[in-house]
């Protein structure tokens, strides 16, 4: 083969395993992507990434269950959640968290140890405000 | 001072504009006073920002909460360490740090390249002067660190607990100087291009600046590790967030640029792929501090919601379209000098490294930004989690350390098979006997990717090893000097070689900690009263009473509060105590009652643990406060406008009675396997790192007179 074809099929061949790769990407990325709702759109049956708030007055432990309330960032809808595992330091009423789970009868059930919460003290002036 | 300090700023930024158009001026017309005179203007910018810098470090000490910013951050109960780190805890002074290292490390390296690179310098200059300009801008129009408050408080709202621990505050500004280092490079290669000078000159002028960006950048992100590890309370060093990955990707194209540009030096190949990989890694840098400062991506880290974010965008814009345009109108001056001679060469496996390199930061890029991009494609916002990322980052990451062994055994241009297999022979029987001895004496076939892994990483140390040895037995034959002093000159002599195999240990061995721990960690979570015990891998776990402490917390970091418990961990025959404990910190919320406030604020876990190399024992307590509920709220109503005294003895009861009739608390125990070895593989690898940055007299003398060689030897053979 001369130099130059023999160029060229490893370029076809470079670009084809790049091509491969990057449809392997996007498709394993949709497969197990799960989608992010607030309160107020789950639907039963699907997994959700939820983000809310964490209602006031609602945190309420039960062994080692965690029961809290989450509502939509800026409504009223809320729905009541089952957690288990960690708590993050930072998990407060009133702050944003985002948890992992499914809603099985009106409650959303969380997979163990999904629960992250937004640390919006950190660096932001108005906390007291919002 | 705030009035100076805003000044400064100003000054500032006019100073940076004062030096991009001076020395562009300069390079036009060619005249060496205004080039000159562009680059004394870094200096001035570098110590004028070095002043905003000490004005806004002083407030804080004082704790003059004139200063919006210290009263936001800082507090006058704060301990000393923390207030001297508070400045870069805040949006604004984190702002002002990058700038002001971005200023010292612009006018070191012009200082250091003044008299060489005559061509580049001047648009280098430029390049960096409008970065540092971009930085001021945002200080002086949007988020001034030097505002101040017309009603001045008489307490600061503090330093968020979290952050209250050494790693953390050592942590940002590493990882501020490795992005700032990587503008370094970034600006040379864009005057190189601009210029038309594409060889290698700019590549050896940076490559210790680039090497010490990538060493802070590594060691910055290995630190995070470490607190998240250490303080977070949830047991993990690493967990996918967008932050995290933020600062992984420059480090994983900045680490393929550290290769490939050496492919340039000695061969004269990928220039356009070296370019791209700068301009690549710098984007991603401004990318990273983008994603800690907008808020569009959901994290535990970042910084809230801020004005600053279209800002940085249109700047990042900018910086893409800048490189994309150069690049392209270059390509005819970024032709290659030579080709790939063989498949088996140093080269050619070099290439394949930075392939892997390139595709794992482009996975983690997909993965960062799948929430933006699902929902542009699809009309929801849908995210993976760290199971996507373990997936598609194990592979690539074994094949990473499969190619490590490369660089120190194949030599540039051809490697012959026979060469190669005499070689390999000795490595691979050592790691036949590891493989065997794994499978015989431990549980590691349990998890095929860590054995894997394990032996790959068994590969790579024993070829460097033989490498050390084969090169330390020449010396002694020729000079008959003693082991340690033979490998010591070995490595003294050949820095950037040997320097560059520590680091391949050092990566070995970290990626040895990461399988282990993370294919073989043990953990439990359970709810016990004192007494009660459980047991989680080998070690036996008894609750033997609670701890509450008023005040002088074990970490220095301030809290007023601490819950905790003494634990007994018997393991074997071995029997230790361990005392983990929740800090509590006061709350300013007003809603809250006078005693309530002390216990319904921030909490921090911290962690108590057993460290060791074969595995650490982690321990960390949540105390449950449910039955000290009813005596704090009626607390809040008897004491609420007691004095303080009173109050404190209050606060002091209620801690006395949480020790005396404690509720059962939570508790989360965790065996670690090597996890130890992560650090220790990040110290290798910092020591290798110094050893090839390291100036040698020697070496550069070597370096010219081989440079000469080389080029000698190539109008040779063209002639």
Request: glycine share 8%; with cysteine.
């Amino acid at each position: 083969m001369d130099p130059a074809r023999k160029r060229k099929l490893r370029l076809v061949l470079a670009l084809g395993v790049a091509v491969l790769l990057a449809s392997a990407l996007v498709y394993t990325s949709f497969s197990a992507s799960s989608e992010a709702a607030k309160p107020s759109e789950l639907q039963p049956g699907r997994a959700y990434e939820l983000t809310g708030k964490v209602v006031h007055n609602s945190i309420r432990r039960d062994g080692e269950q965690l029961h809290f309330r989450v509502r939509d960032r800026d409504g009223t809808e809320s729905v009541p959640v089952t957690y288990s595992g960690t708590v993050p330091d930072p998990f407060r009423e009133g702050r944003e968290v985002i948890v992992s789970g499914e809603l099985e009868r009106g409650t959303f059930v969380a997979e163990r140890d999904s629960l992250v919460t937004k640390c919006p003290s950190k660096f932001t002036k108005d906390e007291q405000s919002s | 001072m705030a009035g100076v300090g805003s000044a400064c700023l100003t000054i500032g930024l006019f100073t940076a504009l004062y030096a991009v158009g001076a020395s562009l001026f300069g390079a036009r017309t060619g005249r060496r006073e205004w080039v000159d005179s562009g680059r004394r203007a870094v200096y001035c910018l570098a110590a004028l920002c070095v002043g905003a810098f000490a004005i806004l470090e002083s407030a804080f000490l004082r704790s003059d909460f004139s200063y919006a910013l210290v009263a936001e951050g800082s507090s006058t109960s704060t301990p000393t360490f923390y207030k001297v780190t508070a400045v870069w805890a805040t949006q604004d002074g984190s702002l002002l740090l990058w700038a002001t290292l971005l200023a010292l490390f612009a006018g070191a390296v012009l200082f250091l390249t003044r008299r060489t690179l005559r061509d580049i310098a001047p648009y280098a200059t430029a390049v960096l002067g409008a970065v540092a300009a971009f930085f001021l801008l945002l200080m002086v129009g949007w988020e001034n660190p030097f505002d101040t408050l017309a009603v001045v408080p008489s307490e600061g709202a503090g330093l968020n607990p979290l952050l209250r621990h050494p790693a953390m505050m050592i942590h940002p500004p590493m990882l501020y100087t490795g992005y700032v280092g990587f503008s370094i490079p970034f600006a040379f290669a864009i005057g190189a291009l601009m210029t038309r000078r594409t060889g290698a000159d700019w590549i050896r002028a940076t490559r210790r600046f680039t090497l010490v960006a990538w060493t802070f950048l590594g060691t910055g992100i290995l630190l995070g590790a470490l607190w998240s590890y250490s303080e977070l309370g949830w047991g993990g060093y690493w967990a996918w967030d967008p932050v995290e990955n933020a600062s992984l990707m420059p480090w994983l194209v900045g680490t393929a640029f550290l290769h490939s540009i050496m492919v340039q030096e000695k061969r004269g190949m990928l220039k356009v792929w070296n370019v791209s990989l700068i301009c690549a890694t710098f984007t991603l840098a401004l990318l990273g501090t983008f994603l800690v400062r907008s808020g569009i991506l959901d994290s535990i880290h970042a910084f809230g919601a801020s004005t600053i974010g279209v800002q940085f965008l249109v700047f990042i814009g900018c910086v893409i379209a800048l490189s994309a345009v150069l690049v392209i109108s270059r390509l005819p001056y970024l032709r290659s000098e030579a080709r790939l001679d063989s498949l088996l060469s140093r080269e050619a496996f070099f290439l394949l490294n930075n392939l892997v390199l390139v595709a794992l930061a482009l996975v983690i890029l997909w993965g960062t930004f799948f929430p933006l991009i699902s929902e542009a494609i699809t009309g929801t916002e849908q995210t993976v989690g760290p199971p996507w990322f373990d997936r598609l980052a194990t592979p690539l990451a074994i094949v990473l350390v499969l190619l490590a062994w490369v660089g120190p055994v194949l030599a540039w241009r051809r490697v012959t098979p026979a060469a190669l297999v005499r070689v390999l022979l000795a490595p691979l029987a050592a790691t036949a006997v590891v493989l065997a001895a794994l499978l015989a004496l431990t549980d590691a076939r349990d998890s095929v990717p860590s054995l894997i892994m394990f032996c790959f990483v068994a590969f790579l140390l024993s070829v460097v090893g033989q490498e050390f040895w084969r090169g330390a037995r020449a010396r002694r034959t020729m000079t008959g000097e003693s082991w340690p002093r033979a490998l010591a000159r070995l490595t003294g002599r050949n820095r950037r070689r040997y320097g560059g195999y520590l680091v391949h240990v050092g990566i070995g061995v970290l990626f040895l900690g990461v399988a282990a721990s993370s294919a073989f960690l043990q953990q439990r979570d359970v709810r016990l009263s004192p007494g009660q015990s459980f047991s989680v891998g080998d070690y036996d776990v008894e609750y033997v009473r609670p701890t509450a402490r008023l005040g002088g917390d074990r970490g220095g970091t301030g809290a007023p509060i601490a819950f905790g418990a003494v634990m007994r961990v018997k393991n074997g025959d071995r029997t230790f105590t361990l005392r983990p404990s929740r800090n509590y910190y006061a709350t300013a919320d007003p809603a809250k009652g006078a005693i309530s406030r002390f216990f319904e604020g921030e909490a921090t876990s911290e962690v108590d643990m057993r460290w060791g190399l074969r595995r650490d024992f982690w321990l960390a307590v949540r105390p449950d406060l449910v039955s000290l509920q009813k005596p704090i709220a009626r607390a809040d109503r008897e004491f609420s406008d007691s004095p303080s005294d009173v109050q404190a003895i209050v606060i002091s009861t209620l801690t006395q009675l949480y020790r005396e009739k404690p509720p059962p608390a939570t508790f989360r125990a965790i065996v670690s396997p090597l996890v130890a070895w992560i650090w220790i593989g990040g110290a290798i690898v910092l020591l290798g790192a110094l050893v090839a940055a390291w100036p040698s007299p020697e070496a550069r003398l070597r370096r010219v007179r081989s440079l000469y060689k080389a080029r000698l030897g190539r109008e040779l053979t063209r002639a």
